[in-house]
């Protein structure tokens, strides 16, 4: 039961909120090729923009079709005594694989800038200009998220015409006037709450998010975050370590490594070499969380989170381990990297336990490399950090042991010794890695609807593959390497019945109990076709309603509650009945969402105030399945992107309005939207309901206080 514990916590591991920071150019300079000009005279104009740090700019060249993938840059000149000569020339810039394109599966490559993006525009000058000013439009990416760009450059006086000598030049960048100052060839909304400030009518034309923020005092729950996950990832990653130290290809091979440092009689030198070796350890699996890091930014992590390719693949990858464990195979390194490692370990100095270390690394991956994978695939799921920091819990635990017994070799004693009981854990976590499996198909299944693994089926399947660990424990089933049991240890008996607990405590979930303790492991409730004792809860009418709510045939609010999916459609129903809005951003493959529901949504206090008091919207960030009508679609402010899904859409909002893109996250404001409290989310309310109620009640005090 310790063992699934565990892995069914990894599956909590999409933590700390990753905020789609407010990035802006660096530098921004307006130049001339000649400051003396005659009347008819071309000349250059030279733009120069230096992107955010770790970031690029985006050209205007491309070969992909004009709506298809990252927004190419434009420019508008205007000014007096001179009229634009062609259209402005990325210089510099390489033509690359368009990322966004790639994604909708379309190969077209767009010009990026790899350092300052530099621009050359043709002007034929008219005479003596007074002012000429730029109006910049684009987007710069980095490899965690993208953001528009929108400049505003001015020079004044900048070419004198005649001969005259010319006054010196200014270039002086302005704060973004687009979302008040309209192109002639297009139709910019306004940037603000009111007029949707995520939407942007106009390729190019992006304009600026407005986030909404509390302006009242009221006491309001703020939103706490990050250092607690951190937390999490780490001591959950630690106890996998521990874990890893249990398996076969690593627990005999303890004490052998400690005898290799004691065998010197200098005692000091003995301590050292234990020390780096446990430290090389230690530095070996953080460099992989490191380039796991790079490799996995925050886009890349909520499309691991999501998306069905990344979720089947895992799917398979996590039965291979499961067979793996089980005997089937063992995972190995090619022989020629062991030896070349191993010869280097006998050299003397600091490169021997360096070398050692690594030789242990790659000897026990057939054990560690499933354990390893299993940590790596969710915390890449939290984006840059999180890697690391489960990276560093893991080696932490690993190499602790074998420190500690070169330092203290009189504990090496009481080491219990090898023997079957070590394969037995092996099995134990295939048992453990073949239910987890299941929860990556199940996140495609719910994102994408395709309804072939519904709570009663996934709840079937784990109630089967825990008996068939039960019995496995009780001697009844064997596998190649497992050795007979003639008796059973105490800890063997606690695991027995353990299991065969937890087996019990499933069973009445394929009637319909909600099974609390588990709420965000497994499907929600909506999807189990037969439940004993339906009653009102779940007998949701469409009374309240102002009209019937877009998307219900999809989409599911739980505990029979009534309300919308479509942010628009709930904002004038909040008008219309003068009420305050509750919205909840949500995903299908989000843990922390199903537990809120099912721990604290459940609470008959929350359950009445959300049902009598609130209009109550769930939006849906992450599915993949529902389009947009073509009518609806839109260019995302915030990221230049075409928004065609209902999800994309729902994640423009939270971003624009609310710089964030974790869930998740609760919401409280009126029709016109003015928020009623600080946004909330399950780390703020850790799950209690009494601190929910109370965010609810709060927010009504506020509304009525607006609204008297």
């Not at 280097?344 to 242990?360: C, E, H, N, S, W």
């Not at 050795?483 to 009445?508: C, E, G, K, N, Q």
């Not at 839109?634 to 893109?661: D, P, W």
């Amino acid at each position: 039961m310790k063992l699934k514990l565990f892995a069914l916590s990894i599956a909590a591991l999409v933590l700390g909120n990753l905020h789609a920071q407010i990035k802006r150019t660096t530098t921004r300079s307006m130049t001339f090729s000649t400051k003396n000009a005659k009347v008819g005279d071309i000349i250059d104009v030279v733009v120069s923009l230096g992107p955010a740090p770790g970031m690029h700019i985006y050209s205007e060249k491309t070969t992909c079709a004009e709506d298809v993938g990252n927004t190419r840059a434009s420019m508008e000149f205007t000014g007096d005594h001179f009229v634009v000569v062609g259209k402005p020339i990325g210089v510099g810039d390489v033509l690359k694989t368009d990322q966004l394109a790639e994604l909708d599966k379309i190969n077209c490559k767009t010009g990026e800038f790899p350092g300052i993006a530099v621009f050359k525009q043709k002007i034929k000058v008219l005479g003596t200009i007074a002012s000429i000013q730029c109006r910049f439009s684009g987007q710069m990416c980095s490899e965690d998220q993208c953001v528009p760009i929108n400049e505003v450059l001015e020079a004044k006086n900048p070419v004198m015409a005649e001969g005259a000598t010319a006054p010196s030049t200014e270039t002086k960048p302005q704060e973004d006037t687009t979302q008040t100052t309209k192109k002639p060839e297009t139709n910019i909304e306004e940037s603000n709450a009111s007029d949707n400030s995520y939407k942007s009518s106009a390729k190019n034309a992006v304009g600026s998010c407005k986030e909404l923020t509390y302006k009242g005092s009221v006491g309001a729950a703020k939103n706490e975050t990050g250092n607690k996950g951190l937390g999490l990832v780490f001591w959950l990653a630690f106890t996998s370590g521990l874990l890893a130290l249990l398996t076969p290809c690593v627990f005999p091979m303890i004490p052998m490594t400690v005898a290799f440092f004691l065998k010197n009689e200098d005692r000091k030198k003995s301590v050292r070499d234990g020390i780096v070796f446990a430290i090389s350890i230690i530095l070996i699996y953080v460099v992989i969380g490191t380039i796991v890091s790079k490799v996995v930014g925050p886009d890349a992590a909520n499309w691991l989170s999501t998306h069905w390719i990344p979720n089947v693949f895992f799917f398979f990858i996590f039965i291979v381990f499961a067979a793996s464990f089980f005997g089937a195979f063992e995972m190995v390194l090619p022989a020629s990297w062991v030896n070349a490692i191993d010869k280097r370990a006998d050299k003397g100095g600091i490169a021997g336990p360096v070398f050692m270390a690594l030789t242990i690394a790659l000897v026990s991956f057939s054990c560690t490399g499933p354990i390893v994978g299993t940590v790596l695939v969710e915390s890449a799921k939290g984006g840059l950090t999180t890697p690391i920091i489960a990276m560093l819990g893991f080696s932490l635990a690993f190499a602790l042991p074998f420190g500690l017994l070169v330092i203290f070799p009189s504990y090496m004693k009481s080491l219990p010794k090898s023997g079957g009981w070590l394969n037995s854990v092996k099995v134990v976590l295939g048992f453990v890695e073949l239910a987890f499996a299941l929860k990556f198909l199940s996140t495609a299944d719910q994102t994408y609807h395709w309804g072939i693994l519904d709570r009663e089926v996934y709840l079937a399947l784990w109630i089967v593959i825990f008996s068939l660990l039960a019995i496995y424990l009780m001697g009844k089933i064997k596998f190649s390497h497992d050795s007979d049991v003639p008796y059973w240890s105490v800890t063997r008996l606690m695991l027995v019945i353990t299991t065969w607990s937890f087996v019990a405590y499933l069973l009445p979930g394929m009637w319909g109990a909600p099974l609390k303790s588990l709420a965000g492991y497994l499907p929600p409730m909506h999807t189990q076709d037969f439940k004993l004792g339906v009653g009102a809860e779940e007998s949701a009418s469409a009374a309240g309603q102002c009209q019937s709510a877009k998307y219900a045939e999809q989409l599911h609010l739980p505990h029979g509650l009534n309300g919308y999916f479509d942010y628009e459609q709930a904002l004038a129903c909040s008008k219309e009945q003068k009420k305050p809005l509750f919205i909840d951003f949500t995903g299908h493959g989000c843990v922390n969402c199903r537990r809120m529901e099912e721990k604290v949504w459940s609470n008959p206090a929350v359950l009445n105030i959300l049902k009598n008091d609130y209009i109550v919207v769930s939006l849906y960030v992450d599915d993949k399945k529902i389009k947009l009508p073509v009518g609806e679609q839109f260019v995302a402010r915030s990221s230049g992107r075409t928004i065609k899904t209902l999800g994309e859409k729902n994640a423009e909002i939270q971003a624009c309005y609310f710089n964030s893109n974790s869930q998740p996250m609760y919401v409280l404001m009126t029709g016109e939207e003015v928020l009623l409290q600080h946004p909330g989310s399950a780390e703020t309310f850790n799950y209690n309901a009494d601190k929910f109620r109370e965010f609810l009640e709060i927010g009504l005090s506020e509304f009525k206080r607006l609204n008297p």
